[in-house]
């Protein structure tokens, strides 16, 4: 996995959340969101960074959240709202 790959690259840096914009993501199925609950299972432990997804399409909020991937990598409408569940 590139994407995979490239969030958790952005994770180990520390940076205080990793923040994807999947707006312009094509997946392919439901289960392909789960590259994201595979990224945040490498970074859970260290450095233990949270992943947060942003789309402001409500359909594919509900497809990541039924799919299970925002338990582990919640996904807000726009990215105001996903920072400031990061000062959350």
């Known amino acids: 996995g590139g994407l995979r790959d490239r969030v958790?690259?952005?994770?180990?840096?520390e940076p205080k959340a990793v923040i994807v914009d999947v707006?312009?993501?094509?997946v392919?199925?439901?289960s392909a969101w789960s590259v994201f609950t595979s990224a945040r299972w490498h970074v859970s432990i260290w450095p233990d960074i949270p992943i947060l997804l942003v789309s402001s399409n409500f359909h594919d909020r509900w497809t990541i959240a039924r799919s299970g991937v925002a338990?582990?990598?919640?996904?807000?409408?726009?990215?105001?709202?996903?920072?400031?569940?990061v000062d959350d």
């Open 8 to 13: 958790i690259k952005a994770a180990l840096d």
């Open 23 to 26: 707006n312009r993501l094509t």
């Open 28 to 30: 392919s199925s439901q």
């Open 71 to 85: 338990r582990y990598a919640p996904v807000y409408p726009d990215c105001d709202a996903a920072l400031r569940a």
